[in-house]
């Protein structure tokens, strides 16, 4: 008898849930729908295709001012970021040594022209006497040789004097050109030697007003890459300022890190505000394609309205359900989807949809210029489906929600206003 009671208890519970599974079933099918369309508003948009690298910005000349003789640094007359131009005098080496190097020079020289002219004098006596048969033909040919050798020591002990008097004028240290120091190497009472190389003392930028970006470019992209192309880069320092350049090179030389090959592209950078400065990290784009004019988003050339779309739009547009005949360049092809997918968008109209065939043009992945098809103005359609319609409740209908505010004062003010007339406990008898 138990049995029999439990079983049936299983049935009648299989029997409740099965009727709660149908009757959620039907009011979930029973809710109300709605046909939500997205369209977007056809405008001007520019479409552009882009590289990405980083770079260093440098200025577009650059000048190391070093020095050709040894010695001691005696003075300096610049400073780190001082305006300088060609001809002024940066510094001074130490001149006590090579002074001396002139004065032995020049005593060198003074002693060859002193035996040349002794051995010019011999060899034209020689030479009388050689032409009158009282000289041999050696004494003619040693004093010839003489003279010869002191003209030749002549000129030696000549470039040498020279060669020390340019010396001493490269104690002194000009600036080439105009510009600001960027780096001064050397201290006062420092010595450089330039025995082997030439020691670096100064660093010049020309003009800083004028930079140039050193951006390296991956393998993959320098095919995209090409002199004239529009350029726009950010530093760390103003992260807020979008600077703007100009391709100006591309350098064939790779460089290769860590198995990576990149290419040097030089970028022209105006600093006509002088924010930039030597050394600074820029991250690069370089604009290699773009494209203004009428855009559609990507996602519009992959819509096709299904069947019961066409059908709830056409009912709402008719009530007949009858809908004119479209143009044959603007029929629906919804037996083949790939045939207007790419080529083909939906234009809403008022409460009409229809296809519209384009031409496309250049695409950044997100957005596609149309070149023929849309106009400016025009809504072309994203997306239309049936979305289920929520029924919102007003607050008040909730008991366990609160009032609106300002109820419970009210309330509390008509209590007042009831004890002040006797109504309340406590109130004037």
Known sequence: MKKKTRIWLIIVGIVIVAIAVFLITKASNSAKKELVIRTHVVNEYTVENTVTATGTIEPVETVEVGTQVSGKVE????DFNDEV??????AELDKLTLNQNVSRAKASLTSAESQLNYAKLTYERTKQLYESNAATLAAYQEAQNSYTQAQMSKKNAQAAYDQAKVDLAYAEI???IDGIVLDRAVEVGQTVAASFSTPTLFTLANDLTKMQVEADVDEADIGQVKVGQRVTFTVDAYMDDVFGGTVNQI???PTTTSNVVTYTVI????????KLFPGMTASVTIVTEEQTGLAVPAEAFNFTPDEQVLKAIRKADKPDGQRPELPQGERPQMEDNTATSHTTVWLKKGNDMMPRPVKVGMSDGAYKIIEQGVQAGDSVVLSAQYVVKEKTKKTGENPFMPGPPGRNNKNNKNNNNNNKTGGGPGGPM
């Open 75 to 78: 003075k300096i007359y610049v």
């Open 85 to 90: 131009k060609k001809g002024d005098l940066l």
């Open 174 to 176: 000009y600036s080439p």
């Open 251 to 253: 350098r064939m030389k």
């Open 267 to 274: 970028i022209d950078a105006p600093n006509p505000d002088q």
